[in-house]
Structure formats: structure tokens, C-alpha cells
């Protein structure tokens, strides 16, 4: 398969333990935010977005945390599992309904079993 | 579920020759992507088509890229004469809305330029 990002930040986490991916952004001027995941030889997958006007968005077994004064963002996964392995991408916009966003550079997610 | 499908999934070209990526963008979207990921890099914006005319693009879309939807389905990028910094995983995304929603992205073609 594909292998991308080889020289990427890696998070190694026990299968069934909760992870944190952190991910810093660089326009305060940003609105919207999403995170995707990106397994070997497929494109990113959406898994959850967050608005500005949120701290915090919670999804099924994902939590997404939004810091604006620190331009933070965290994906948290709780009980990771071996299908969560792959590379996971923050991306932000920040023109007011427009189309461009901006990802940031990935972590790479390793499960152990 | 739809996707977006992208052909062909790896495509080895001469430098300074022309190659079209393929898309067939979600039936029912009406904006549509490209981006692309250098292999070791962060994914970047190219250009976005809504309309049947760009809407957006980046510093990266110079006068060597275009693209179009020549048909109801397709959506397709070229590159006129390619260069060797052009080697890369091309992706096609499409949205329903315009505004800031995420998209759907397909596979991805690799381009490798020799």
C-alpha cells in the first residue's frame, strides 16, 4: 500500500487505551476545522469537524477540543482500536465560506496490540 | 455510500510530457477539488471549480495546470509539460454546498514523473 508521511510524528498507544492527537493551527482568523484520517492508499476521510464558535464536538468514540486563544486543536479517540491506525490530518479554512483549507502536517497513529 | 473515483490510481510519466487525472466527482455535488500530497508532506490545495469555472486556486496552480469538466461527470486535471517536482498523490474531492463543509476526497492518483 501506500505509505505517506514517512518522516511524520507517530503516536504509538495499547490497543483499547484512549489517544490524543494534537495539532496546532496557524490563522486565528480560521472558522472551521476538521479532522481526517487517512489510511494507506486512500485519500482523507472526514471524521469530525468543529466551528469556532465550539470548544468542544463529540462524535461516535471521538472528541474534538478547540482551544482559540492557544490555536490548538485535539482529536481525542477513546478505546483505539487497530482500524485506527493510519495517518490523521487538522485542517482548517479561514476564508468565510470558502473552499480552501489548509491541512497541517499529520500524526501517525500506531496501535499495539 | 457514494465516492469519488479517481483514474487511474498510478500514472509513470516523461518530464515535459502532458497527463490528464480523471474524476468522477459524488453525482449530485456541485463543487469539486484538486489537492495534492508530496509523498513525506502535508496534503495542499490546487484549485476549486464551481460552475464550470475556478473559483479558487493556489501559488501551485501556475499556467502549466488546468482543468475541466468537459462532461455531466467527469472532472479532470492536466498538466501540460511535466516536471520532475510534479511527482505526487493527486486528489479529487467534491461537496454538495458551497461554504465551509467538508468534502469527500477519492484514492488519489500517483503521479510519478521520471
Known amino acids: 500500500g501506500e505509505s505517506v508521511g514517512l518522516h511524520l510524528p507517530t503516536l504509538s498507544v495499547q490497543e483499547g487505551d484512549n489517544s490524543i492527537i494534537n495539532c496546532a493551527y496557524s490563522n486565528s482568523a480560521s472558522d472551521y476545522f476538521i479532522w481526517y484520517k487517512q489510511e494507506s492508499g486512500k485519500g482523507p476521510q472526514f471524521i469530525i469537524d468543529?466551528?469556532?464558535?465550539?470548544d468542544k464536538r463529540q462524535g461516535q468514540r471521538v472528541t474534538v477540543l478547540l482551544n482559540k486563544t492557544v490555536k490548538h486543536l485535539s482529536l481525542q479517540i477513546a478505546a483505539t482500536q487497530p482500524g485506527d491506525s493510519a495517518v490523521y490530518f487538522c485542517a482548517e479554512n479561514y476564508h468565510n465560506y470558502g473552499q480552501n483549507f489548509v491541512f497541517g502536517p499529520g500524526t501517525r497513529l500506531s496501535v499495539l496490540p | 455510500e457514494p465516492e469519488v473515483t479517481q483514474t487511474p490510481s498510478h500514472q509513470v510519466t516523461q518530464m515535459g510530457q502532458e497527463v490528464i487525472l480523471r474524476c468522477v466527482p459524488i453525482?449530485?455535488?456541485?463543487?469539486f477539488y484538486w489537492y495534492r500530497q508530496i509523498l513525506g508532506q502535508k496534503v495542499e490545495f490546487l484549485v476549486s471549480?464551481?460552475?464550470?469555472?475556478?473559483?479558487?486556486k493556489s501559488e501551485i496552480f501556475d499556467d502549466q495546470f488546468s482543468v475541466e469538466r468537459p462532461d455531466g461527470s467527469n472532472f479532470t486535471l492536466k498538466i501540460r509539460s511535466t516536471k520532475l517536482e510534479d511527482s505526487a498523490m493527486y486528489f479529487c474531492?467534491?461537496?454538495?454546498?458551497?461554504?465551509?463543509?467538508?468534502?469527500?476526497f477519492g484514492s488519489g492518483t500517483r503521479l510519478t514523473v521520471v
Open positions: 453525482s449530485n455535488h456541485l463543487y
Open positions: 471549480f464551481y460552475n464550470n469555472e475556478i473559483s479558487e
Open positions: 468543529i466551528r469556532s464558535n465550539m
Open positions: 474531492a467534491s461537496s454538495e454546498t458551497r461554504g465551509n463543509y467538508g468534502y469527500t
